[in-house]
């Protein structure tokens, strides 16, 4: 079952935007990690953002986290056309396994 | 420090053929998972091993896959035989053990198309 969804499935922007994407979970966290994964690669981590934790930075990246409304957001600022990629949340579910969202499409053209 | 190491790449078999991917974690990396992503799809936990040992395989097809890390270090991961739905991506990612070390490093995957 997939405990995290991200939203949009895909987006399309022009070098230099930001890209905001959403992720939605169902149950309690304890940590919320985004990934990102270039075609044909595997994934790389990106941040993790605590239950605990409203907001997080690093470098370009900025991930929220609304714990009441059971979800996240990741903003990528200022993008570049090598953060072309699929970008996916995961949380871990009860048992400790991490489940991962199916991910949103970012397609920056230069 | 070297990433996670899988080979093959890529893979193409005939449904019913056998087929067998390997991964070699990171050094020192107690945890190793395998994922199956299929096209459009986030990665769906395999199997996790702590050490050789198996920690949860409740996802894993038993009746056709199955997985070994016999000495803590490499793991194997066997489809037998395979099925048209098997084709995907397989990940095998590890983790270095230890209380707030929740980030996993994951290889670049085998990509199995079963025709």
């Known amino acids: 079952s997939q405990q995290g969804e991200e939203d949009p499935q895909a987006l399309s922007i022009q070098e230099g935007e930001n890209a905001t994407m959403n992720c939605s979970y169902k149950t309690s966290i304890n940590n919320l990690q985004w990934y990102r994964q270039n075609s044909g690669r595997g994934l790389v981590h990106l941040i993790l953002i605590r239950s605990n934790e409203r907001e997080k930075h690093s470098g370009r990246l900025r991930v929220t986290l609304d714990t009441s409304k059971k979800s996240s957001s990741l903003l990528i600022t200022a993008s570049r056309a090598a953060d072309t990629a699929s970008y996916f949340c995961?949380?871990?579910?009860?048992?400790?396994?991490?489940?991962f969202g199916q991910g949103t499409e970012l397609s920056v053209k230069p | 420090e070297a990433g996670v190491a899988q080979s093959p790449r890529y893979k193409i078999i005939e449904k019913r053929q056998s087929v067998a991917f390997w991964c070699n974690p990171i050094?020192?990396?107690?945890?190793l998972y395998w994922y199956q992503q299929i096209l459009g799809q986030g990665p769906k936990l395999l199997i996790q091993?702590?050490?050789?040992?198996?920690?949860?395989d409740s996802q894993l097809p038993k009746d056709r896959f199955s997985a070994e890390r016999l000495k803590g270090v490499d793991s194997t991961l066997k489809i037998q035989p395979a099925k048209l739905e098997d084709s995907a991506v397989y990940l095998c990612a590890s983790r270095k053990a230890g209380t707030g070390n929740y980030e996993q490093y994951f290889g670049p995957g085998t990509r199995l198309t079963v025709t």
């Open positions: 050094s020192g990396h107690a945890t």
């Open positions: 995961a949380t871990r579910d009860q048992g400790g396994k991490l489940i």
């Open positions: 091993f702590q050490n050789n040992g198996v920690v949860d």
